[in-house]
């Protein structure tokens, strides 16, 4: 027998303490864009900033909480149609868009003792179902118009270059802060919580796991986090079209770049938005072929490399960047 | 209203049609196949091409397309789910899901946004029909759709009754380790299971074809009206998905009289409150089918 007390648990390292100051420093870095990065740049990273908060929020959803949901385009869309929807009632238009991710959060807190006793593929296509149903009652509002759309006038108050600034710092704002809500969350008991409940439900149970209110708690932050992603989006496109804002497609989007990156892991959605990002850069204009071959790589990447770049990284190296687990260390 | 009611269950013999191959995979491999809807669109075109570049019967086109994409269920489950399986439940929705956008671009790649039909093919079989005393007209093609459900169903249930791979697929649905114990091959049986589904989805998907348009990124839809069918009929029961089917086309209809858009809504609105009262009234009622959908499976 090993004496107990010759192992430690530790949770940084010096490699994380490097990482997480490194991702500090690239964040203050960023922050300064507007200010050297050109008007195209600009634009361009505001989207990366979207597609990393997109991948973030879909792995936490299914890599860590083991819940795959094809139907997280309903809380993008309800995101940007709540941001028309108060812009429209006199709410001024940035405060607007802060505010919609809290009440498709809530919407989401509603809807989650139904969704959440659903399974496997049945939650997946169940918020499929969700995401449809969303999209024709939205469509049924006489502001939309069905798909005619409606488009975010109060924007037009701002000078183009004002807010172009403005989306950028936005958007890097809601990255940054849900990076850090999946980050404390992950290294608190709920992190845990779900990560056992994603391994095996009735065992999580009966170890004391509750079941229902973690699981709630990540499919709360997942539809804020998207719906933010949605009122963001609003804002550089401007026009809200439902058929855009309702596609499945941005679940693909999502589920493309977690499994590039890596599946349940911290790092791994975030290279996975970069890799879409200059794939999309690189190929978006060549139309089907590239949708074609984002599917086969999803396919590739979900039977043979499941870990996908970051996991397969450090199940090779063990490097772990953020401080999210724990390591054991034995004394010599 | 009557009318409707019978509209809407000629309806629901298309969604059975389509849901049967569904309910079977996820009976037998606990799989839900998201491409389901994707392969019934596939089928559609394969037919609608045969009968084009053959000038046939859309029918003597399907009696080519089921034996092909039968062979491309066994393959999809050699080459994919047996793998996906082995790594755990979420796997086989990522690939499946892959798929899906695998081969409704292709099809938009070759056959571009135009939407298509078959109906033009079956001669005066698309809008022939009986009028019933009281004015109720039902549809030749509805109720042969209707028939084709019913043979489906009532032909699977024989099968797996009394063949013997019938009897290898319940054993494995039931318990795939002890079924390999008794010298079952079970992943032969799987694959058989993958290619009798397929097969019955090139029938619904020359179904589709004969009753209405489709185009390439139709299959989202068919996926959805397919599990929706299965959902409201209660899992694990061929006889459920064909009288959930029913009630999404009876449904749809009667919602259509709200509203045009009322079609779909009142369909979507029925499988939640299915599922609500699955979840949260189940345990009052004692009646047969809400215990049936108290029984579905995790």
Known sequence: MTDVRAVSVRRWSTVSIVAI????????????????????????????????????????????????????????????????????????????????????????????????????????????????????LVNLDGLIQGETGRSLIALSAFAPDVRRANNYWFALGAMTIFLALVFVLLRSRTGASVQAIRDNEEAAASVGVRVMSTKRTIFVLAAAGCAAAGALTLSTLITFQ?????????????????????????????????????????FGASGVWYLVALGATALVFSLWIPRGIWGTITARSGVQLMPIGYRLLFRK | MIDQIVQGVLLGGYYALVACGLSFMYGVMRIINLAHGSLAVLSAFLVWYITEQLKVSPFLAMLVVVPIMAAGGWILQRAVLDRSLRSGPLTPLLSTFGIAIIIDNLLFERFGADTRSLAPDIGDLSYRSWTLPGGVTVGQLGLLTLGAAVVLIVGLQLFLKYTPLGRAIRATAEDRDTAELMGINSRAVYAAAAAIALGSVAVAGTFLGMRSTFDP?????????????????????????????????????????????????????????????????????SSGWIKALRRAPA
Do not use: C
């Open chain 2, 217 to 285: 990124y139709a299959g989202g839809a068919q996926l959805i009206f397919a599990f929706e069918a299965v959902v409201i009929g209660g899992t694990g029961s061929l006889w459920g998905t064909l009288f959930g089917a029913i009630a999404l086309g009876v449904a749809q209809n009667l919602g259509a009289q709200v509203n045009p858009q009322g079609f779909l809504i009142a369909g979507h609105l029925l499988f939640f409150v299915v599922l609500a009262i699955r979840f949260f009234a189940a345990g009052r009622f």
């Open chain 1, 21 to 136: 100051g490194g991702l500090v420093g690239i964040l203050v870095i960023l922050a300064f864009g507007p200010l050297f990065l050109g008007s195209y740049l600009t634009d361009r990273i505001t989207t990366l900033f979207i597609y990393v908060i997109l991948a973030v929020m879909w792995n936490a959803l299914a890599g860590y909480g083991g819940l795959v949901s094809v139907g997280q385009q309903a809380f993008f869309g309800l995101g940007a149609y709540a941001v028309i929807r108060l812009s429209e009632a006199g709410v001024p238009v940035y405060p607007a868009m802060a505010l919609a991710p809290v009440i498709v959060a809530a919407l989401a807190f509603a809807l989650s003792p139904l969704a959440l006793r659903l399974r496997g593929g049945e939650f997946a296509i169940g918020m499929w179902v969700f995401a449809e149903l969303a999209h024709l």
């Open chain 1, 242 to 282: 439902p058929k855009t804002f309702f596609s499945v497609q941005w679940t693909a989007y999502m589920i493309f770049m977690t499994l590039v990156g890596g599946l349940g892991t911290f790092e791994g959605p975030i290279i996975g938005a970069v890799v879409f990002f200059v794939v999309e850069s690189l």
